[in-house]
């Protein structure tokens, strides 16, 4: 089973700075099998990026993934409120099907 | 709109059964795959089961191997997980989440707000 490592577990950032999280996987994931999700308080998550780099629909430009192998990024180019949340990465390129999650990571206001 | 509505969570005594549904709507449901993924209260989330669109591929977690078991109704355009053997570290709100292809392979494009399972005696 691939295992996600999410870091830091939280960034305490202030609106308008930039966010820049990390996933490590313990071995290496296609880039078209990694994904990034958005999750507030009390809401489902929502599809941020998919295939390492792409964004979902709707999902303003400021959202931005990057990497390769075992290394992935997902940066927020300037915080917007909305945007303070737990962001988490996944995978799903493994055969047989085994998606995995990090642990997630928090941004939250400083 | 894509829709999925969860139903079928409670209160469950360890060792017993408990059966998870989700009626899609919004979407053509026989041409994507469907997830069950879960969160434990204050926890991240974990991946459960995923079906492909037509049932030929089946994938579990671990944890649940053996006594969870992941089904769909293309005609009722419904996803159900069957929930055996319950433990307490099941406890958590399960996610209904719809694939972007038809293989379990694929990200979660729509998620439904969840479901509470909560185990114990």
């Known amino acids: 089973e691939i295992v996600l490592t999410q870091s830091p577990g939280t960034l305490s950032l202030s609106p308008g700075e930039r966010a820049t999280l990390s996933c490590r996987a313990s071995q290496s994931v296609s880039s078209s099998y990694l994904a990034w999700y958005q999750q507030k308080p009390g809401q489902a998550p929502r599809l941020l990026i998919y295939g390492a780099s792409s964004r979902a629909t709707g999902i303003p430009d400021r959202f931005s993934g990057s990497g390769s192998g075992t290394d992935f990024t997902l940066t927020i180019s300037r915080l917007e409120p909305e945007d303070f949340a737990v962001y988490y990465c996944?995978?799903?390129?493994?055969?047989?099907?085994?998606?995995?999650f990090g642990g997630g990571t928090k941004v939250e206001i400083k | 709109e894509v829709q999925l509505v969860e139903s079928g969570g409670g209160l469950v005594q360890p060792g017993r059964s408990l059966r998870l549904s989700c009626a899609a709507s919004g979407f053509t449901f026989d041409d994507y795959a469907m997830h069950w993924v879960r969160q434990a209260p204050g926890k991240g989330l974990e991946w459960v089961s995923g079906i492909s669109w037509n049932s030929g591929s089946i994938g579990y977690a671990d944890s649940v191997k053996g006594r969870f078991t992941i089904s769909r109704d293309n005609a009722k355009n419904s996803l159900y997980l069957q929930m055996n053997s319950l433990r307490a570290e099941d406890t958590a709100l399960y996610y209904c989440?719809?694939?972007?292809?038809?293989?379990?392979?694929?990200?979660?494009?729509?998620w439904g707000q969840g479901t509470l399972v909560t185990v114990s005696s």
């Open positions: 989440a719809k694939g972007a292809t038809m293989i379990v392979g694929g990200e979660f494009d729509y």
């Open positions: 996944q995978q799903y390129g493994s055969s047989p099907p085994r998606l995995t």
